[in-house]
């Protein structure tokens, strides 16, 4: 079984950054295969960005050249670090690893 826990989200400015950060535990022992979804209040989940099985990253339309995708092997951890932030990115975003998901954590881009 697989356990992801989120952190690291937060109020933050339009043309502010967060990262946030993943860690995962249990029967993981790669990055590859993790990735970022959100999702807004009345939409769908979306894909944010991923590390698929072969360490290649994929990004959301709407998220790339703002946001990066980036892992660290020893710590399980993966991060995203999001720059440039619209109203628009304003979900809940939520880490996820095959079947497993994250509790979520929410980020908020307002004045």
């Known amino acids: 079984q697989v356990q992801l826990v989120e952190s690291g989200g937060g109020l933050v400015q339009p043309g502010g950054s967060l990262r946030l950060s993943c860690v995962a535990s249990?029967?993981?022992?790669?990055?590859?295969?993790l990735g970022w979804y959100r999702q807004a209040p009345g939409k769908v989940r979306e894909l944010v960005a991923r590390i698929d099985s072969g360490g290649s990253t994929y990004y959301g339309d709407s998220v790339k050249g703002r946001f990066t995708i980036s892992g660290d092997i020893a710590k399980r951890t993966v991060y995203l670090q999001m720059n440039s932030l619209k109203p628009e990115d304003t979900a809940v975003y939520y880490c996820?690893?095959?079947?497993?998901w994250g509790q979520g954590t929410q980020v908020t881009v307002s004045s």
């Open positions: 249990g029967r993981i022992f790669s990055i590859n295969g």
């Open positions: 996820n690893w095959d079947l497993a």
